[in-house]
């Protein structure tokens, strides 16, 4: 199995725009994890996702965010406008929901100028 | 307030050294606790899972603790090799209805191993 896939791997944005970040899960996985990691905050769970259901999102910080799931192999995560504080690396996970193992893909090193 | 604390923030130990990292925690109801490695600029990788009833769990050779009375853990590398040197994140779930989603993270112990 190729592992969590996340695209792309590296965005530079200006404030403004709208970013949008891409995640595979694990085949057979049917829990899907967002996260967002900082130097100052460490890794936050941003919105978790059960049988392609958002079951928790109260980690998104505002209404810029937004995250979709519209098949079990495929999921993005919105921020419509960006702002400079949103710069971060945005991890996606995965596991099998009645196991609490988590599957990380490499990240997304999100930077808006 | 649900909480993770991890002690010290960084350390440097010399290759075949063993070492121990703590996690203290302030989560209620508690669910479980996780030990996760990240290397550099990669993805955090599951190291040990321990729910309440367990009070060790090893995975070659990194050995995880919990006391879930003092609501301490710990993770002791022994024998530490350079592929070793990396940040340990402890993340501690609250049970709410067996929600994953309840995940409260340290902030992690960056490891760095000198040959």
């Known amino acids: 199995d190729a592992g969590v896939i996340q695209s792309p791997r590296h965005e530079v944005t200006e404030m403004g725009q709208e970013v949008t970040l891409r995640c595979k899960p694990i085949s057979g996985h049917n829990s899907l994890f967002w996260y967002r990691q900082t130097m100052m905050r460490g890794l936050e769970l941003l919105i978790y996702f059960n049988n392609n259901v958002p079951i928790d999102d109260s980690g998104m910080p505002e209404d810029r965010f937004s995250a979709k799931m519209p098949n079990a192999s495929f999921s993005t995560l919105k921020i419509q406008p960006s702002e400079p504080r949103d710069s971060a690396v945005y991890f996606c996970?995965?596991?099998?929901?009645?196991?609490?193992?988590?599957?990380f893909g490499p990240g997304t090193r999100l930077t808006v100028t | 307030k649900n909480q993770v604390e991890q002690s010290p923030q960084s350390l440097i130990i010399l290759e075949g050294k063993n070492c121990t990292l703590q996690c203290n925690y302030t989560v209620s109801p508690f669910s479980n606790l996780r030990w996760y490695k990240q290397d550099t600029g990669r993805g955090p990788v599951s190291l040990t899972i321990m729910t309440f009833s367990e009070n060790t769990k090893s995975n070659g050779r990194y050995t995880a603790t919990l006391d879930a009375d003092t609501k301490q853990s710990s993770l002791h590398i022994t024998a530490s090799q350079l592929s070793d040197s990396a940040s340990y994140i402890c993340v501690v779930s609250a049970n709410y209805g067996g929600s994953q989603g309840n995940l409260i993270f340290g902030k992690g112990t960056k490891l760095s191993v000198k040959p």
């Open positions: 996970a995965s596991s099998w929901a009645d196991t609490y193992e988590q599957y």
